[in-house]
């Protein structure tokens, strides 16, 4: 599908970009935070905030090594301290719900699916589940659209998840461009693999940033991603395997008023002034040709007594050579610029 509605927003070329604040476990377990968080992301301007809904002892071996980028935190117990908990769904979903903001979450298991299915537009699966085709069957079993990540994924394996998914009757699917590393390097992004990720499967096509800042996913949007997901926090300073990349408020909203900004200067591809420079600027910071000296009424015009210069009210300076032997009708002032019915 070209584009894929999810809640009340279309997601596919032509429309807004789809933004996702993504709290994921910067809730740090409280939801009064959590509450807090989708103000933030309402306030901002998002199309939607989403949650991460996992348990350790599904997600994890108790055995796994730590990560490079979590050193000395053991990753099952790591994982076990910022599981959300699933009591919270319907109440983030109807918070997200009086904040008119999209209630999304990323399901790593399915059980997750089934309690999140009366309350959220999408389903969202992340990078590293891509090879979970079961997973992704169930979910793309509701019916509902998937936003699939594709960090580490080849051609390959994205065409193996959409296999399951059609399988399922579902073709409502979004690929985001994602690159797996926390936080993510300039050099390892790979933009233009949204290009190829569009023309290759046919479906809307954004991007999953985990680098540091704002202009990487807003480079992103300018060269046409139809969504963007980053994460965000409060504070950068807070405990927790996730807040060191994130966003701080201030800078989420910097980010959404730019996308919107860069929506608008894409513009239609078609090459011409616009009415609003047209209206003064056409006439009077052009060129057109003048009069450089007196030139009385019946006298044979020549090249000396032209110049060009602004305003653009004139004969245009491409017709000079037209203008050069011709008779002035009237007298014509010096400075003065020249139209057609004065020769």
């Not at 996730?242 to 900004?261: A, C, K, N, Q, V």
Request: net charge negative; proline share 6%.
């Amino acid at each position: 599908m070209e584009s894929v509605l999810v809640g009340n927003r279309w997601i596919g070329e032509g429309f807004p970009a789809y933004i996702i604040a993504e709290v994921g476990s910067n809730h740090n377990g409280s939801l009064d935070r959590a509450r807090e968080l989708i103000d933030t992301a309402a306030s901002a301007g998002a199309s939607a905030a989403k949650f991460q809904v996992f348990s350790a002892d599904a997600l994890y071996s108790r055995y796994t090594p730590e990560f490079s980028y979590l050193k000395g935190k053991d990753v099952h117990a790591l994982i076990r301290g910022i599981e959300m908990p699933r009591e919270w769904i319907p109440e983030l979903a109807r918070y997200c719900r009086d904040r008119s903001i999209d209630f999304l979450a990323t399901p790593f298991d399915c059980d997750a699916i089934d309690l999140l299915e009366p309350f959220v537009p999408a389903y969202k699966i992340a990078s590293f589940e891509i090879g979970d085709l079961e997973l992704i069957g169930y979910a793309a079993g509701k019916g509902k659209p998937l936003l699939l990540s594709t960090g580490m994924a080849n051609l390959g394996d994205i065409e193996d998840a959409l296999g399951v998914i059609r399988t399922e009757g579902n073709d409502q699917i979004v690929l985001l461009h994602c690159n797996s590393l926390y936080p993510a390097p300039a050099e390892i992004v790979n933009l233009k693999a949204m290009v190829t990720i569009q023309r290759v499967f046919g479906c809307p096509v954004g991007f999953s940033d985990h680098t540091l800042g704002i202009h990487i996913p807003l480079a992103a949007v300018a060269m046409g991603a139809a969504a963007i997901e980053k994460h965000f926090t409060l504070s950068r300073a807070m405990e927790g395997p996730d807040h060191g990349f994130s966003l701080e408020p201030g800078e989420l909203y910097t980010m959404i008023g730019f996308i919107r900004d860069i929506e608008k200067a894409r513009g239609t591809g078609i090459k011409e002034g616009s009415p609003a420079e047209c209206e003064e600027m056409y006439g009077k910071a052009r060129r057109s040709i003048h009069a450089r000296r007196e030139i009385p009424q019946g006298a044979l015009i020549t090249r000396d007594m032209l110049v060009v210069k602004r305003p653009g009210y004139g004969i245009p300076p491409k017709f000079l050579d037209l203008v050069v032997g011709r008779k002035a009708r009237r007298a014509i002032r010096a400075d003065e610029w020249i139209g057609w019915d004065m020769v």
